[in-house]
């Protein structure tokens, strides 16, 4: 079974920059697009951004310019850099695998437990 591990979650203020990880087990990053979500309360759950296999990138219209996505192959973890954090950014960030690169939820199989971040000052 895959695994995936989230941290990097924490209380920021507006204007503040946090580095989400994911960290990968029994799999290596090489074979799988990882993705990274978000949900906030009483909101559905939305992609921001995903790293294909050959290491390009996509992201959202709403977090383009402020966020970078990147993985270290050596450490089998894939990093959410988001900088200028707006209010809007708070909710549970989760990280997940795919065989398809795409920021629809429902095509990514495997699913780590999330990590809270929260932009309020």
Known sequence: ??????????????????RLSCAASRFTLDYYVIG???QAPGKARE???????DGS????????GRLTIRKENAKNTVYLQMNSLKPEDTGVYYCAASTIGSLKSNLYEYWGQGTQVTVSS
């Open 36 to 38: 990274w979500f978000r």
């Open 47 to 53: 992609g921001v951004s995903y790293i294909n296999k």
């Open 57 to 64: 990138t996509y992201y959202a219209d709403s977090v383009k």
């Open 1 to 18: 079974q895959l695994q995936l591990v989230e941290s990097g979650g924490d209380l920021v203020q507006p204007g503040g920059s946090l």
